[in-house]
């Protein structure tokens, strides 16, 4: 074997084979993914120091209004769902892309599982759900932005000198303080950043699945991995993104 | 993943996808009854601490089913649960600072 020989001539490392019983790709996977946790956490983190260090509302839900004097509270906020304008369906429209995510996350556990059998068509077909499940989330955040930033009819909060503030920007914000505005686009921006290129790889796997790459006999595979493995390894950055999603959703939406 | 199946040509072993949906199931239950105490109770430290209980027991159904962090080896999981746990120490910190700041403004 080749990868004996490196060992004995010392370019291997001479502490025994896979510590971690995880290829060298799918343990810079999880490296990676932490790093990226790091970059959310501190985005959410700034969240929570922004909003405890606004005043919050403390009257009644009946009563809230739209304030830079106290921080929003988000079910008023968000409460718009596409095709029903004007009723007040709070967090509804959220849900909905909670679920798509989750069960985008679903298909893609199915698809690294098909892999493990090495079946390509399931591969390809459960790839397909995935890629289609994540381009509807991003259209759906699509026009949740657009919601936010056009604003409510009516306008919000009222700024320094007494006009009325119509939707959100980064410097301006009628649901409330400036941050909320800010943070919503940061964060939010962020995840949909990560899932736009989520998608991208999942594009270019379900590519390489439906020309056989994974299937070719003489394809080289590291250590430890199965042929199918760029299909898990892609599946872990998904799921992370799911995951990624859970957070935002509560500390963002719920909260 | 440490078993490696070789399916001999035409031969395509059959999808074991029980524990797989009986994840997506439970995930979508704790969805649910976060949407419900978010109508139902009104905003405390209380219901805070249930969200983020809720929350931390999805991720770790993520992680560990989805990801396959629990089949894998006992440092792996460490090796990214541990560092995470400070994450949570600075939130806390940064939240209390939060009200620190607001208090300062008073």
Same mark, same amino acid.
């Given at each position: 074997?080749?990868?004996?020989?490196? /060992?004995?001539? =010392? @370019?291997?490392?001479?502490?025994?084979?896979?510590?971690?019983?995880?290829?060298?790709?799918?343990?810079?996977?999880?490296?990676?993914?932490?790093?990226?946790?790091?970059?959310? /956490?501190? &985005?959410? @983190?700034?969240?929570?120091?922004?909003?405890?260090?606004?005043?919050?509302?403390?009257?009644?839900?009946?009563?809230?209004?739209?304030?830079?004097?106290?921080?929003?509270? !988000?079910?008023?906020?968000?409460?718009?769902?596409?095709?029903?304008?004007?009723?007040?369906?709070?967090?509804?429209?959220?849900? @909905?892309?909670?679920?798509?995510?989750?069960?985008?996350?679903?298909?893609?556990?199915?698809?690294?599982?098909?892999?493990?059998?090495?079946?390509?068509? +399931?591969?390809?077909?459960?790839?397909?759900?995935?890629?289609?499940?994540?381009?509807?989330?991003?259209?759906?955040?699509?026009?949740?932005?657009?919601?936010?930033?056009? =604003?409510?009819?009516?306008? =919000?909060?009222?700024?320094?000198? =007494?006009?009325?503030?119509?939707?959100?920007?980064?410097?301006?914000?009628?649901?409330?303080?400036? !941050?909320?505005?800010?943070?919503?686009?940061?964060?939010?921006?962020?995840?949909?950043?990560?899932?736009? /290129?989520?998608?991208?790889?999942?594009?270019?796997?379900?590519?390489?699945? /439906?020309?056989?790459?994974?299937?070719?006999?003489?394809?080289? @595979? +590291?250590?430890?991995?199965?042929?199918?493995?760029?299909?898990?390894?892609?599946? &872990?950055?998904?799921?992370?993104? +799911?995951?990624?999603?859970?957070?935002?959703?509560?500390?963002?939406?719920?909260? | 993943?440490?078993?490696?199946?070789?399916?001999?040509?035409?031969?395509?072993?059959?999808?074991?996808?029980?524990?797989?949906?009986?994840?997506?199931?439970?995930?979508?239950?704790?969805?649910?009854?976060?949407?419900?105490?978010?109508?139902?109770?009104?905003?405390?430290?209380?219901?805070?601490? %249930?969200?983020?209980?809720?929350?931390?027991?999805?991720?770790?159904?993520?992680?560990?089913?989805?990801?396959?962090?629990?089949?894998? %080896?006992?440092?792996?999981?460490?090796?990214?649960?541990?560092?995470?746990?400070?994450?949570?120490?600075?939130?806390?910190?940064?939240?209390?600072?939060?009200?620190?700041?607001?208090?300062?403004?008073?």
């Amino acid at each position: 074997m080749a990868t004996a020989t490196n /060992s004995e001539q =010392g @370019i291997d490392w001479g502490g025994g084979n896979l510590p971690l019983r995880a290829s060298w790709g799918k343990l810079m996977m999880w490296f990676f993914l932490l790093s990226d946790a790091f970059s959310f /956490s501190a &985005l959410l @983190i700034s969240y929570g120091l922004s909003r405890y260090s606004h005043k919050a509302f403390d009257g009644k839900i009946s009563e809230f209004t739209f304030s830079q004097a106290h921080w929003p509270i !988000p079910e008023k906020v968000f409460e718009a769902v596409p095709f029903l304008h004007g009723i007040s369906l709070p967090l509804v429209f959220v849900g @909905i892309m909670t679920f798509i995510l989750i069960l985008s996350s679903v298909t893609m556990v199915l698809a690294v599982e098909a892999g493990h059998r090495g079946d390509r068509r +399931d591969v390809e077909k459960w790839m397909l759900w995935t890629i289609l499940g994540g381009i509807t989330f991003l259209g759906c955040q699509a026009w949740e932005w657009t919601h936010f930033i056009h =604003g409510t009819e009516g306008g =919000g909060a009222t700024d320094f000198y =007494g006009n009325v503030i119509y939707g959100a920007n980064l410097i301006q914000n009628q649901y409330g303080p400036v !941050p909320f505005a800010d943070l919503f686009f940061f964060i939010t921006g962020f995840h949909g950043m990560h899932v736009t /290129s989520g998608v991208i790889l999942n594009i270019i796997i379900f590519y390489n699945t /439906s020309i056989g790459i994974y299937d070719r006999p003489n394809r080289k @595979i +590291d250590e430890g991995a199965s042929r199918y493995e760029m299909v898990e390894k892609v599946g &872990l950055y998904w799921h992370f993104v +799911d995951l990624v999603w859970v957070f935002v959703f509560t500390f963002f939406y719920l909260v | 993943m440490a078993e490696i199946q070789h399916t001999q040509e035409g031969e395509i072993a059959k999808p074991n996808t029980a524990i797989i949906w009986r994840t997506f199931w439970i995930l979508s239950a704790l969805t649910a009854l976060e949407f419900i105490i978010a109508f139902t109770i009104p905003n405390s430290t209380f219901r805070v601490g %249930v969200f983020i209980i809720l929350t931390i027991a999805k991720a770790a159904y993520i992680v560990g089913e989805f990801m396959h962090l629990r089949h894998e %080896v006992k440092f792996l999981i460490w090796a990214i649960v541990l560092p995470m746990t400070f994450v949570g120490w600075l939130l806390l910190a940064m939240i209390l600072e939060g009200g620190s700041i607001f208090m300062m403004g008073q």
